[in-house]
């Protein structure tokens, strides 16, 4: 039964390119969020999906960062042109109800850390 | 501004050793409190979930208690081992919005010989 898998575990980016990360779920999960951690800092909320559908990304900039989660295949966070701000660990994390269900777990994935150059 | 805050933000004990970990919390109005453990370079794995309705919660060496009249929470670790040394991370969840959890930066505690 494996867990929330994200890949790549690194990733380097020069200014400007792009960068995509790849979560799968655990299974029999179809809620994913995305969180981003900055050193020293807690995570911080960008993200919610169901299959298929963006329920809140209030927690993402606007520009430059999409997320999706296919009816098929991982979810997706992209960002565009990266600048060094960037620089972070990026974990997902899935559940299999609406978090509002007080016992609803959340599992995350080990995180991709992304390093912009 | 939903906040929350951990203390101390360091802590160092010896193998055998007892600690407690602190949770303050301004997220209102409340519905759930999980402590979390994460490793270095590895992501985040529940410890436990309460409820404002729940006061304490155990797994195994790990005893989590909740006030949810003075928004506090603490987690107790008993007969600490080695691989205790890890972050620890406190997250709050509101009824607005629940899946916007609120994350705390987290103690970092480690175990020595």
């Known amino acids: 039964n494996a867990g929330v898998m994200q890949n790549p575990r690194h990733l380097v980016r020069r200014r400007g390119q792009e960068a995509r990360l790849r979560c799968s779920p655990m299974k029999g999960h179809s809620h994913v969020y995305w969180y981003r951690q900055l050193p020293e800092e807690g995570l911080k909320f960008m993200v919610y999906l169901q299959k298929e559908n963006i329920i809140d990304e209030s927690g993402m900039p606007k520009e430059r960062f999409s997320a999706e989660f296919p009816k098929e295949g991982p979810s997706i966070l992209r960002i565009q042109q990266v600048v060094r701000g960037d620089s972070a660990a990026y974990f997902c994390?899935?559940?299999?109800?609406?978090?509002?269900?007080?016992?609803?777990?959340?599992?995350f994935g080990n995180g991709t850390r992304l390093t912009v150059t | 501004k939903n906040q929350v805050e951990q203390s101390p933000q360091s802590l160092i004990i010896l193998e055998g050793k007892n600690c407690t970990l602190q949770c303050n919390y301004t997220v209102s109005p409340f519905s759930n409190l999980r402590w979390y453990k994460q490793d270095t370079g590895r992501g985040p794995v529940s410890l436990t979930i309460?409820?404002?309705?729940?006061n304490t919660k155990s797994n195994g060496r790990y005893t989590a208690t909740l006030d949810a009249d003075t928004k506090q929470s603490s987690l107790h670790i008993t007969a600490s081992q080695l691989s205790d040394s890890a972050s620890y991370i406190c997250?709050?969840?509101?009824?607005?919005?629940?899946?916007?959890?609120?994350f705390g930066s987290g103690t970092r505690l480690l175990v020595r010989p």
């Open positions: 994390a899935s559940s299999p109800g609406h978090l509002s269900s007080y016992n609803s777990p959340l599992h």
């Open positions: 997250v709050v969840s509101g009824m607005d919005s629940s899946y916007k959890l609120i």
């Open positions: 309460m409820t404002f309705s729940e």
